[in-house]
């Protein structure tokens, strides 16, 4: 903790005073919240957050402190920094294995106690999405991460293999989270992990399928993801999109993204499966979504609090995506039969 004068700055030039708990540097992004109860070391880590400062609306954050790696979502933190409304800095947690402060520290991450995260929260949904920064000390300029191509940073720069199967399923790594790798290796195929960039077309690979993964920033700088995709709706290979995925999937095929007011990012977002009565609990974390359906596909999924796209799925071939995440860490399971189902495709 720190008496140094600390600072979360808006950019419509409005400015809260709150206290330093993490690394002891200004940082800018964009404002983003989670309202989940729990999970934070898995939130940190998701690469989907990268360039945001993320605002927990729930109190009580470090209570249990900090989990060995094997249970992180990536190798690092990719949060800029982090905003809360109660630090506890006496963990309680047998995996424990340092608290949220010494993580926070070790891997230069500014962060915040603000007395009311909850109030942050509602000016976010009522303006929107807006730049921040976490001003601790030298004051600095504001940016915007979604200027740059954050997918270039969070993938893999070489190619990786995990698990044994006798069907192999290439994963396309837009900043994946190592959970969606688990639910695969898990199902019994060998998976085959390449940069966001990867030439799948002229490349020597035998594959059985397609998993495109979840990552930040905006759809539209991903062309040579796009280009992919596209080749693979050619040949037919089956192919799920997960959150980024699912916005790739839909520019691909000829359909259109746009950027939502606030997001969704939280472990309890409802959806219901079109043409039916079956609603699901979510977890999620994306800032754009599909607006224009592409031909030859249909909605497969809604949000029921705005009505927003989270899924497509094509007619008659085996390509299909979901906004969500159904490997969740953290968040609810409901939805780990959307795996089976590519994997039956498979």
Same mark, same amino acid.
């Given at each position: 903790?720190? %008496?140094?004068?600390?600072?979360?700055?808006?950019?419509?030039?409005?400015?809260?005073?709150?206290?330093?708990?993490?690394?002891?540097?200004?940082?800018?992004?964009?404002?983003?919240?989670?309202?989940?109860?729990?999970?934070?070391?898995?939130?940190?880590?998701?690469?989907?957050?990268?360039?945001? #400062?993320?605002? /927990?609306?729930?109190?009580?954050?470090?209570?249990?402190?900090?989990?060995?790696?094997?249970?992180?979502?990536?190798?690092?933190?990719?949060?800029?920094?982090?905003?809360?409304?109660?630090?506890?800095?006496?963990?309680?947690?047998?995996?424990?294995?340092?608290?949220?402060?010494?993580?926070?520290?070790?891997?230069?991450?500014?962060?915040?106690?603000?007395?009311?995260?909850?109030?942050?929260?509602?000016?976010?949904?009522?303006?929107?999405?807006?730049?921040?920064?976490?001003?601790?000390?030298?004051?600095?300029?504001?940016?915007?991460?979604?200027?740059?191509?954050?997918?270039?940073?969070?993938?893999?720069?070489?190619?990786?293999?995990?698990?044994?199967?006798?069907?192999?399923?290439?994963?396309?790594?837009?900043?994946?989270?190592?959970?969606?790798?688990?639910?695969?290796?898990?199902? %019994?195929?060998?998976?085959?992990?390449?940069?966001?960039?990867?030439?799948?077309?002229?490349?020597?690979? #035998?594959?059985?399928?397609?998993?495109?993964?979840?990552?930040?920033?905006?759809?539209?700088?991903?062309?040579?993801?796009?280009?992919?995709?596209?080749?693979?709706?050619?040949?037919?290979?089956? #192919? /799920?999109?997960?959150?980024?995925?699912?916005?790739?999937?839909?520019?691909?095929?000829?359909?259109?993204?746009?950027?939502?007011?606030?997001?969704?990012?939280?472990?309890?977002?409802?959806?219901?499966?079109?043409?039916?009565?079956?609603?699901?609990?979510?977890?999620?974390?994306?800032?754009?979504?599909?607006?224009?359906?592409?031909?030859?596909?249909?909605?497969?999924?809604?949000?029921? %609090?705005?009505?927003?796209?989270?899924?497509?799925?094509?007619?008659?071939?085996?390509?299909?995506?979901?906004?969500?995440?159904?490997?969740?860490?953290?968040?609810?399971?409901?939805?780990?039969?959307?795996?089976?189902?590519?994997?039956?495709?498979?």
């Amino acid at each position: 903790m720190s %008496n140094q004068p600390s600072y979360l700055d808006f950019q419509d030039g409005s400015r809260i005073e709150g206290e330093s708990f993490g690394y002891k540097q200004s940082i800018s992004g964009e404002l983003a919240f989670s309202t989940g109860m729990t999970g934070y070391p898995e939130s940190l880590t998701d690469p989907s957050y990268r360039g945001q #400062l993320l605002v /927990l609306s729930y109190p009580l954050i470090g209570n249990y402190g900090v989990p060995p790696q094997d249970f992180w979502e990536s190798s690092r933190i990719h949060v800029a920094g982090l905003i809360v409304a109660q630090y506890v800095d006496t963990p309680s947690h047998w995996q424990s294995k340092q608290t949220l402060r010494e993580w926070l520290v070790g891997q230069k991450i500014p962060a915040l106690i603000i007395e009311d995260t909850r109030a942050l929260v509602q000016k976010i949904r009522t303006n929107g999405a807006m730049l921040g920064k976490i001003t601790v000390g030298a004051d600095i300029e504001f940016s915007d991460p979604n200027k740059q191509n954050l997918v270039s940073i969070v993938s893999c720069q070489s190619v990786q293999t995990y698990g044994k199967g006798k069907k192999t399923v290439v994963l396309i790594d837009c900043g994946v989270k190592e959970n969606i790798v688990r639910s695969l290796v898990t199902r %019994n195929v060998k998976v085959i992990r390449v940069p966001w960039n990867y030439d799948l077309a002229n490349s020597s690979l #035998l594959y059985d399928g397609v998993v495109v993964s979840n990552g930040p920033g905006d759809p539209k700088m991903c062309h040579e993801t796009i280009n992919t995709i596209s080749h693979i709706l050619k040949i037919h290979k089956p #192919l /799920l999109g997960i959150c980024l995925g699912n916005q790739l999937l839909a520019l691909a095929a000829g359909g259109d993204t746009y950027k939502l007011k606030f997001g969704h990012r939280g472990q309890n977002q409802p959806c219901r499966e079109i043409g039916t009565s079956r609603c699901f609990l979510t977890t999620q974390n994306h800032g754009y979504a599909v607006g224009k359906i592409p031909p030859g596909f249909k909605p497969w999924f809604e949000n029921l %609090n705005d009505k927003t796209n989270e899924g497509i799925i094509h007619t008659s071939k085996p390509f299909f995506s979901v906004q969500f995440h159904p490997e969740a860490c953290p968040g609810p399971v409901d939805t780990q039969w959307v795996f089976d189902t590519f994997i039956s495709y498979v």
